[in-house]
C-alpha cells in the first residue's frame, strides 16, 4: 500500500467522482496493459527468431505497418520530450510510467520489424486478440485527458489512440488476408475459359508513391485526363483487382452456396451463403466505420472549445492549435470517409457480380418445366431488381449499428452542452419519426402498385413493339396505345401519390433541424440558462450530426426488409432442382432393340411441365414407349397440338418425367420450331463456341442453302444478327439453326419443324445435302415434320395423338401409310400427273442447281443489314435539354420553384443570424430583449422556412408529374405515327429502354435529383454570402477556391458523363444476354454450351464491373479533394478569428457569434460541395435520359391523311386490286424488292403467290397496306389510288393474317374480336371452321386467358387463331401470309375448305411455300427477284413442264 501511495499521492486507487480514477487507469489499464504487450511481442520475437516470413501481403500493407509504427514512436517519443520540457514536482509517478511503457511498445514493434519473420509475429492471433481487446481500455484514458484543459496533451492522445486503433485493425486484416490467400490457392476455376491475372498496377513506382496513389486514387487520374480531352473507350477504363475479377467472385460464391445445398438441401440460406463469402471482409470495414463515425464528432467538440477560446480573449497558442487541429481532423475524416466508401463499394461490385452470375449460371442449368413456376418477367427482376436489393445489404446491416451509436453520441453530448433541454428537440424529431415511417409505408404501399402497373405497361409497351408490323396491317396500332394509356393513367395516379407524400417526407426532413434548435434553446432558455456562442454553434453542429441519422433509420429497416424478401424469392429460385439430366446419361438396360444399338429409348414414360414440388399437374404426353436405333431417321407426325415438341422436350429431359424412364445415348443437338438466334455475327451463331474449322463449316453452309445467301450479306458471315433474328427471313433462321446443330456434330438430332419455314426447292435441297447426306446419315435424327417429302424417306415414322402415340412403324406399313396417305392427299391427288418419277427428280435437280443462283441473289434485298448503330452523344448535354425539360413541366411552375427555394434559403440563414445575434447580445452586455421576443423572431423564422419548404417541395412534386406524363404521351404517339421503317432499323429492345428505364429516370430519379441539386446550390449561395459577411477575410480565399473548384469540377464531370454513358452501354449487353439466354436455354443445354455462354456473360459483366469500378474511384477522387479543399477553408476561416482576436488585422472579424456562425457554416462545406457537385453531375446524368427521348421526338412520321377522298363506308364494294408499274426499295442503297411490277386481281377471286425466299413475295403486302411507300407506279383499290386515302382508313378495310402468329395477353374473346363486334355464335361458328372448338371448349371457352406471346396454344394452334380472327373482320380483301407453314397437311385442306366456304365473295391473296395451299386458286402470280415472271391458271401451269409453278410442284411432291 506504501507503494501505491508513493505513486499516486493525491489521487484515489480506482474511483473518483467521474469514475474510473487517473491512477488506476495510468498504472492498471495502461502500463499494465502496455508491459503484457511488449513482453508478448518480444516473446513471440524471440521465437520465431530464426523462421522466414511465411505471410504474403499486399505491399500497400506492407508499407503502411512500417509507417503506423514509426508514427507511433514518433508521438510517444514527442510525448515523452513534452513530459520532460514541462517536468514539475506535480506530476506523479504513475504518469511516467504510462508514458514510458507505451513508448516501450513502439520501439519492441520496431526492433521485430528487423526480423525476417516480423509480419508472422505481428499477425499473430493472439497478439491480434490481445490488441483489439486493450483498445477498450483507451476509452476511459480519453475521458480522463479530454476532460483536463491542456490542448497540446488531449491532441497527442487521440493521435495516439488513433495510431493504436489503426495498427490494431491492419494487424488483423493481414491476418485474415493471409488465411484467405491460403486457401484460395487450392480452389481451381470453374471454368476453362479464365482469362489471365492482372499484374499490379503501379509494379514500377516506389513505396511511399504506392502509399500516396492508394490513399488519393491517383491510378483514376489517366482516365481523367482522357476524359477532359476525348470521348471515352471502354480501353480507357481501370484494370480491375484480381478479387473483382466477375469469374473469381462467381467461383467464390458458387463455393459457398454449393456447399450450403450439400448441408441444408431443403431450406439453404443465400444470406449465410454471402456472409461465408463476404462475412469477414465486410467486419473489417465496419471497423473502420466506428472510427470514421467517432471522429466525426471531433469536429464539434473542437468548435466549442474554439468558440469558448475565443469567449475567453486568451492570446496563448492553444487558439491555434485548436484551429489547425479542426482543418486536420476534417483531413483526417476524409481520408476515412473515402477509403471506407471505396472498400465498401468494392464489396457491393463483388457482391453484385456474384449474385448476378449466380442467377445467370441458373438459368442455363435448370429445365423448362422447372422454370415454369417463374414467370419470365419475374425472373428477370430477380436479375435486375433483387440483385440490387441484395446488394443494397452492404450499407443497411453497417447502417443498423452505425446509426443509433451516431445517435447515442450526440445525444450524450447535447446532454452536455444544454443539461436536458434537448429533450424537447429529440421529442420533436421522435414524434416525427412514426408520421415519416407512417408516409414511408404509404409510400411502399403506393410504390408497390406503381411498380405492378409499371410492370403491365411495360409488357404492353413490348408486345406492341414486338408486334408493329401486325397491328398497324391490321390499324389496330390506336386501340393498343389506348389499353397503353389506360395503363399509363393508373401508374400515374400511383406516381403522383407517391411524389405528393414525398414531397411531405422532404418538408419534415428539411425543417426538423429549425424545430430542434427552436425547441432545444427555447426550452434551455425558459429554464434560466443565458444562451453562449459555444452553446449554441456547438449544438447547432451536433443537430446536423443527428438529423441524417434520424431520418435515415426507418429506410434502412425498410432496405433490410426489401433485402430480406429479395433473398428468400431469390434463394427459392436458386434451389430449384436441375436435375440429373444435367449430366449425359447412358443405357443401364435396353442397349440393343431388334439387334441394333439404341440411340433413344422411352419405356412407359409420362411427363408434364409442372415443376417438381407441384403435386397437381396435368401429363402433356402418357404411356409413351419408343425405341429408335442408331443411324436412323424417325419422322413424327400429327395434328396441330398432338404432342410432338413435347415428345422431343421429354427426350431430352426439358419436360419433367413423372413416371416411366426415357434415355439418350451420345450427344445432341436441338433445333425448336422457333429457331432461336443470339445477338452476333452469323459465324458466332453457328460455332456457338466451337474452334472454327473453315472447310467443315462451308461445307454446312452448302447443306443448308446458306452459303450463297451469307455471300450477299454485308460483310458475310460476319454480318450481325438483329435481336431475336429480326433481319433475317424466317427460312434463313430455320436453315441457321439446323447450321449450328450440323456444325457441332451430335449423335442424336432432335429438329422440330424446321423445314415448314423454308420453300419446296429449298426442303428438297436440304433433305438431299444435309439430312441424307454423309453429314447426318450415320446420325440418329428425330423430325418433327408435316413434310411429305421427309416422311417419305424416314425409317420409322411416330404418329402422335392428344399426348398419346398412337402408332409406330416405317412408312411402307399399312396403318401408318393410310395414316400418310391421308395428311399426303393433297399433295399427290391434287396435282396432274407429270411425267415419270426419273423424269420428274432429273429436272428437278436442274431446276434447283439453276435457280439457287437466283433464288440467293434477292436474299440480300429483304434481309439486308439495316440494324442502324445506337448513337451516343458526346460531350455535355446541351442547354437545350433542360430547356425542353422545363417547357414539358411548365416555365411557370419552373421559375416559382426556383424563387421558393431562394426565399427558403434566405430565411434559413435569416434564422442562424438571428441566433448569433441573440448569443452576441446576452453574452457582451448590450440592452437586451426579452426572452419571448427573441423566441418569438426565431419562431417567425421557422414559419416561414417551414412554408417555403413545403411550397418546393409539392411544386417539384407537380412539375415533376406533369414533365413525366407529357413525355410519355408525346413520346408514344410519335412511335405509334412511326413507319415500319424505323422499327426495322431500331430493335424493339433499343426502343423499350425509352420507355421503360429512361422514363423511370424522368418519373422518379430525375425530380428527386433536381431538387436535392436546387437546394444544395441556394445552400451553398446562402454560406458564401453568409461567410463573406461575417468573415470579410474568406473574400480573399474565394476566388482560388474557385478556381479550384471549376478545374476540378471540369474534370469530374466531362469524364463521370462518359462514364455514365459507357455505364448504359456496358449494362445493355448483360440484360440482353439474360433475356437471349431464357428464350434459348433448353437450345444451349442440349448442344452443351453452357461453359460458353457462363464466359460470354462473364465478360459483359466484367466490362460492366469496370465501369461501375472506374466509376467508384472517380467519385471518390473528387471528394477527397473537395473535402480537403473544404478542410483548408475551415481551418482558414478558424485561423483568420484567432489572428482576429489577437488584434493583428486592421479589421474586426466579428462578435464571438458571428465567428462561431462562420465557423458552423465552414464545417458542412465538407459534404455541401461534394453533395452540390454529385448532384450537378447526377443531373446530367439523369439529363441524359431526356436526350434520349428527345431523339425519338424528331423521328420521321407516316403520312397519315389521304389526299381528300370522301370514301364510301361500303367501300370497297369489288375487291379489285390492280398494280401498275410498282418499284419499291427497302433502302436507297438497296437494289429493288419490286421492278415494274403490273398485274390485275379481279374481285371475289382468289390468287396465290409463290416465289423463293427473297422473291418480293411479302413486298406485295407490305406495299398494299402502305407499310412501305413505293418509288413509282401506284396500286388501285376498286378503281382508287390507295395513296389518297388515309392510311388507317385503308388498314381497317383489309384483313390479314400475319406470317408470325400474334396473340397478346388477355381474354380468348378479346383476343378473336377487339372491337367486340361479333356475337359469340358467330366467333364459335368460326373457331369450328378453323378445327379449334374442341381444344377451346376443353381449355375452358372464350374466357380463357391467353398467356404472354400466346404461349398458351402450340404454334400450329396460333396461326389457326389469327386466321379465325381474321375471318370475323368484314373485309372484302383477306391476305393470307404464310398462314399454314406450321399446321399438319390434313388441317390445312380443311382451312382450305373452310376459307372457300366463308369467303366466297371475299378477294383471296394468299402467299405460300406449301404448293397444296395455293394449287386450287384462281390465278397464280409467280415472283423471282422482285420480279413478276409468270402467272396463269394454277393447273394449266401444272401442265407445262417448263413452267416454274410446274417445277415448284414436282419439288412439293417429290
Known amino acids: 500500500m506504501e507503494l501505491v501511495k508513493y505513486l499516486c499521492p493525491d489521487s484515489p486507487y480506482v474511483w473518483n467522482k467521474n469514475g474510473i480514477s487517473e491512477c488506476f487507469n495510468n498504472l492498471v489499464l495502461g502500463f499494465g496493459a502496455n508491459v503484457a504487450t511488449t513482453l508478448m511481442v518480444a516473446g513471440l520475437g524471440i521465437a520465431n527468431k530464426q523462421q522466414k516470413d511465411r505471410r504474403r501481403i499486399h505491399l500497400s500493407a506492407r508499407i503502411l505497418l512500417y509507417i503506423l509504427a514509426a508514427f507511433g514512436a514518433c508521438v510517444t517519443t514527442f510525448d515523452m520530450v513534452v513530459l520532460v520540457k514541462t517536468r514539475t514536482q506535480s506530476t506523479p509517478y504513475h504518469e511516467w510510467l504510462f508514458r514510458c511503457s507505451r513508448f516501450s511498445v513502439w520501439v519492441i514493434i520496431l526492433l521485430v520489424s528487423r526480423c525476417g519473420s516480423w509480419l508472422d509475429v505481428l499477425s499473430n492471433g493472439m497478439l491480434c486478440f490481445w490488441w483489439m481487446a486493450k483498445l477498450a481500455f483507451l476509452i476511459p484514458q480519453l475521458q480522463i485527458v479530454l476532460s483536463s484543459p491542456g490542448v497540446v496533451k488531449w491532441t497527442m492522445e487521440i493521435c495516439g489512440a488513433v495510431t493504436d486503433i489503426f495498427f490494431g485493425i491492419l494487424i488483423n486484416i493481414i491476418r485474415v488476408k493471409a488465411r484467405t490467400h491460403e486457401s484460395s490457392l487450392i480452389v481451381e476455376p470453374l471454368l476453362p475459359y479464365q482469362r489471365a491475372i492482372e499484374e499490379d498496377t503501379f509494379r514500377d513506382l516506389g513505396i511511399l508513391r504506392k ?56 431450406h439453404p440460406s ?106 419470365e418477367g419475374e425472373i428477370q427482376t430477380f436479375m435486375s431488381v433483387d440483385a440490387d436489393r441484395i446488394v443494397n445489404l452492404c450499407n443497411s446491416v453497417h447502417d443498423m449499428w452505425s446509426l443509433p451509436l451516431q445517435i447515442g453520441i450526440a445525444l450524450y453530448l447535447l446532454y452536455k452542452q444544454v443539461n436536458f433541454a434537448f429533450l424537447s428537440g429529440l421529442a420533436i424529431t421522435i414524434l416525427l419519426i412514426p408520421v415519416n415511417k407512417w408516409i414511408a409505408n404509404l409510400i411502399a404501399n403506393a410504390t408497390k402498385n406503381m411498380m405492378e402497373e409499371k410492370d403491365e405497361r411495360i409488357r404492353k409497351t413490348a408486345e406492341l413493339l414486338t408486334y408493329i408490323r401486325t397491328l398497324k396491317m391490321c390499324g389496330w396500332e390506336l386501340l393498343f396505345a389506348g389499353w397503353l394509356m389506360k395503363t399509363r393513367s393508373s401508374e400515374v395516379r400511383y406516381l403522383s401519390t407517391r411524389k405528393y407524400l414525398d414531397a411531405w417526407c422532404v418538408f419534415f426532413w428539411a425543417t426538423t433541424p429549425t424545430l430542434f434548435s427552436l425547441f432545444t434553446f427555447g426550452l434551455y432558455t425558459l429554464m434560466g440558462h443565458k444562451l453562449d456562442a459555444a452553446t449554441v ?147 458466332e451463331n453457328i460455332l456457338l463456341g ?294 426495322d432499323q ?14 423511370y429516370t424522368i418519373d422518379d430519379s430525375l425530380p428527386f435529383i433536381l431538387n436535392i441539386l ?130 493583428y488585422l486592421p479589421v474586426s472579424l466579428g462578435t464571438p457569434g458571428l465567428v462561431g456562425l462562420a465557423l458552423s457554416y465552414a464545417s458542412p462545406i465538407v459534404s455541401l460541395l461534394g453533395s452540390f457537385l454529385t448532384s450537378f453531375t447526377e443531373t446530367e446524368k439523369e439529363m441524359v435520359s431526356i436526350e434520349r427521348v428527345l431523339q425519338y421526338m424528331d423521328i420521321p412520321q407516316e403520312e397519315l391523311s389521304g389526299r381528300g377522298h370522301s370514301l364510301d363506308p361500303t367501300w370497297p364494294s369489288q375487291g379489285e386490286i390492280e398494280f401498275r408499274n410498282v418499284i419499291l426499295r427497302y433502302m436507297p442503297s438497296l437494289p429493288p424488292a419490286l421492278s415494274d411490277v403490273s398485274f390485275i386481281i379481279s374481285g371475289g377471286t382468289s390468287v396465290g403467290i409463290v416465289g423463293r425466299t427473297g422473291a418480293g413475295k411479302s413486298s406485295i403486302l407490305n406495299v398494299l397496306f402502305r407499310l412501305n411507300p413505293i418509288c413509282g407506279g401506284c396500286i388501285l383499290l376498286d378503281g382508287i389510288d390507295i395513296v389518297g386515302i388515309p392510311v388507317r382508313d385503308l388498314r381497317s378495310k383489309l384483313a390479314i393474317v400475319p406470317q408470325s402468329s400474334f396473340l397478346f395477353e388477355g381474354s ?89 366456304s366463308e369467303c366466297k365473295s371475299r378477294t383471296i391473296v394468299t402467299i405460300a411455300h406449301r404448293i397444296s395451299t395455293v394449287v386450287t386458286m384462281d390465278h397464280i402470280l409467280v415472283f423471282d427477284q422482285g420480279l413478276l415472271v409468270e402467272q396463269g391458271n394454277p393447273q394449266v401451269l401444272l401442265l407445262d413442264e417448263s413452267s416454274r409453278f410446274s417445277s415448284f410442284a414436282r419439288a412439293s411432291a417429290m
Open 270 to 375: 443465400l444470406f449465410k451463403t454471402i456472409c461465408s463469402a463476404y462475412g469477414w471482409p465486410y467486419i473489417c470495414i465496419g471497423l473502420v466505420k466506428v472510427l470514421n463515425d467517432c471522429i466525426g464528432f471531433a469536429g464539434p467538440l473542437l468548435l466549442n472549445k474554439l468558440i469558448r477560446f475565443l469567449q475567453q480573449g486568451s492570446k496563448n497558442v492553444d487558439g491555434y492549435v485548436l484551429a489547425i487541429s479542426l482543418g486536420l481532423v476534417s483531413v483526417l475524416k476524409s481520408f476515412l470517409d473515402t477509403q471506407y466508401s471505396f472498400h465498401l463499394s468494392q464489396l457491393r461490385l463483388k457482391l453484385r457480380s456474384s449474385i448476378m452470375t449466380l442467377i445467370y449460371r441458373k438459368c442455363l442449368c435448370v429445365s423448362l418445366a422447372e422454370r415454369s413456376k417463374f414467370s
Open 211 to 266: 502509399v500516396w496513389h492508394f490513399m488519393t486514387f491517383k491510378s483514376v487520374n489517366p482516365v481523367m485526363q482522357h476524359g477532359a480531352n476525348r470521348q471515352l473507350d471502354f480501353e480507357d477504363l481501370l484494370k480491375l483487382p484480381v478479387d473483382m475479377d466477375p469469374s473469381f467472385c462467381h467461383n467464390t460464391i458458387l463455393r459457398f452456396w454449393e456447399a450450403q445445398l450439400k448441408s441444408n438441401f431443403s
Open 1014 to 1143: 436546387l437546394a444544395n446550390f441556394v445552400g451553398l449561395l446562402g454560406i458564401a454570402i453568409v461567410l463573406s459577411f461575417v468573415q470579410v477575410m474568406f473574400l480573399l480565399l474565394l476566388l482560388p477556391f474557385w478556381f479550384v473548384y471549376r478545374k476540378l469540377q471540369f474534370y469530374y464531370r466531362s469524364t463521370s458523363r462518359e462514364l455514365r454513358r459507357l455505364d448504359s452501354v456496358s449494362r445493355s449487353p448483360i440484360y440482353t444476354s439474360f433475356t437471349e439466354t431464357l428464350d434459348g436455354s433448353s437450345t444451349i443445354r442440349a448442344l452443351k454450351s453452357v461453359d460458353f455462354f457462363l464466359f460470354r456473360f462473364l465478360q459483359h459483366v466484367q466490362l460492366y464491373q469496370q465501369t461501375s469500378y472506374t466509376e467508384v474511384v472517380a467519385s471518390l477522387w473528387l471528394s477527397l479533394r473537395l473535402q480537403l479543399v473544404a478542410a483548408i477553408i475551415v481551418s482558414f476561416v478558424a485561423v483568420m478569428a484567432i489572428i482576429g482576436t489577437h488584434g
Open 537 to 683: 454553434f456547438t449544438c447547432l453542429a451536433l443537430f446536423n450530426n443527428l438529423i441524417s441519422p434520424l431520418n435515415s433509420f426507418p429506410w434502412v429497416i425498410n432496405g433490410l426488409i426489401d433485402a430480406a424478401i429479395s433473398t428468400r424469392r431469390l434463394r427459392r429460385y436458386l434451389s430449384c432442382y436441375e436435375g440429373e439430366d444435367r449430366v449425359e446419361t447412358t443405357f443401364d438396360c435396353d442397349k440393343h432393340f431388334n439387334g441394333k444399338e439404341t440411340a433413344v429409348a422411352a419405356h412407359d414414360a409420362s411427363c408434364t411441365w409442372s415443376s417438381n414440388n407441384e403435386k397437381e399437374f396435368d401429363l402433356v404426353l402418357e404411356h409413351v414407349n419408343l425405341f429408335v436405333p442408331k443411324g436412323s431417321m424417325v419422322a413424327v407426325i400429327g395434328e396441330v397440338g398432338s404432342g410432338k415438341s413435347s415428345l422431343l422436350n421429354m427426350i431430352l429431359r426439358e419436360a419433367r418425367l413423372v413416371n416411366g424412364s426415357v434415355h439418350l445415348s451420345g450427344t445432341k443437338a436441338y433445333v425448336p420450331q422457333v429457331p432461336w438466334m443470339m445477338s452476333g455475327t452469323i459465324r
Open 690 to 983: 466451337k474452334d472454327y474449322d473453315g472447310k467443315r463449316y462451308l461445307e454446312i453452309l452448302r447443306a443448308c442453302a446458306l452459303d450463297l445467301d451469307v455471300s450477299l450479306m454485308l460483310g458475310g458471315d460476319s454480318a450481325c444478327v438483329g435481336e431475336k433474328g429480326v433481319n433475317l427471313s424466317g427460312g434463313q433462321k430455320a436453315r441457321l439453326a439446323l447450321a449450328r446443330a450440323l456444325y457441332h456434330e451430335p449423335d442424336v438430332y432432335l429438329l422440330d419443324d424446321v423445314l415448314s419455314a423454308v420453300d419446296a426447292h429449298v426442303a428438297f435441297s436440304i433433305l438431299q445435302n444435309a439430312f441424307l447426306s454423309h453429314l447426318m446419315n450415320q446420325k440418329t435424327r428425330i423430325l418433327c415434320t408435316h413434310n411429305i417429302q421427309a416422311i417419305h424417306v424416314a425409317d420409322i415414322v411416330v404418329v402422335m395423338d392428344k399426348g398419346h402415340m398412337k402408332c409406330v412403324g416405317n412408312p411402307a406399313d399399312s396403318y401408318v401409310a393410310s395414316y400418310v396417305s391421308l395428311i399426303s392427299l393433297n399433295d399427290y391427288d391434287t396435282f396432274p400427273k407429270i411425267g415419270n418419277k426419273g423424269k420428274k427428280w432429273n429436272s428437278l435437280t436442274e431446276s434447283i442447281e439453276n435457280t439457287q443462283e437466283v433464288e440467293c441473289a434477292n436474299t440480300s434485298i429483304e434481309v439486308q443489314d439495316i440494324i442502324e448503330v445506337e448513337t451516343r452523344k458526346e460531350g455535355r448535354v446541351e442547354l437545350k435539354v433542360y430547356q425542353t425539360y422545363a417547357a414539358f413541366s411548365g416555365w411557370f411552375i419552373a421559375i416559382i420553384t426556383c424563387l421558393s427555394a431562394i426565399l427558403m434559403q434566405a430565411s434559413r440563414n435569416g434564422n442562424d443570424l438571428w441566433l448569433s445575434f441573440w448569443v452576441d447580445t446576452t453574452g457582451s452586455g448590450q440592452r437586451e430583449y426579452s426572452t419571448t421576443f427573441y423566441l418569438v423572431i426565431l419562431s417567425v423564422f421557422c414559419l416561414i422556412n417551414s412554408s417555403l419548404t413545403l411550397v418546393r417541395a409539392f411544386l417539384f412534386a407537380f412539375g415533376g408529374l406533369r414533365a413525366a406524363i407529357r413525355v410519355h404521351d408525346q413520346l408514344l404517339r410519335k412511335l405509334v405515327d412511326a413507319p415500319i421503317s424505323f422499327f
Open 986 to 999: 431500331n430493335p424493339s429492345g433499343r426502343i423499350l429502354n425509352r420507355l421503360s428505364s429512361d422514363l
Open 1308 to 1396: 380468348l374473346r378479346v383476343n378473336l374480336d377487339p372491337f367486340q363486334t361479333s356475337s359469340d355464335e358467330k366467333i364459335w361458328e368460326i373457331l369450328e371452321k378453323c378445327c379449334l372448338k374442341d381444344e377451346i371448349e376443353a381449355a375452358g371457352g372464350l374466357d380463357i386467358q391467353v398467356k404472354e406471346s400466346g404461349t398458351t396454344f402450340s404454334v400450329g394452334q396460333q396461326q389457326l387463331l389469327c386466321l379465325a380472327r381474321s375471318l370475323l373482320k368484314p373485309s372484302k380483301v383477306l391476305c393470307l401470309d404464310e398462314c399454314t407453314a406450321n399446321v399438319d397437311t390434313q388441317t390445312a385442306s380443311k382451312l382450305q375448305k373452310a376459307i372457300a
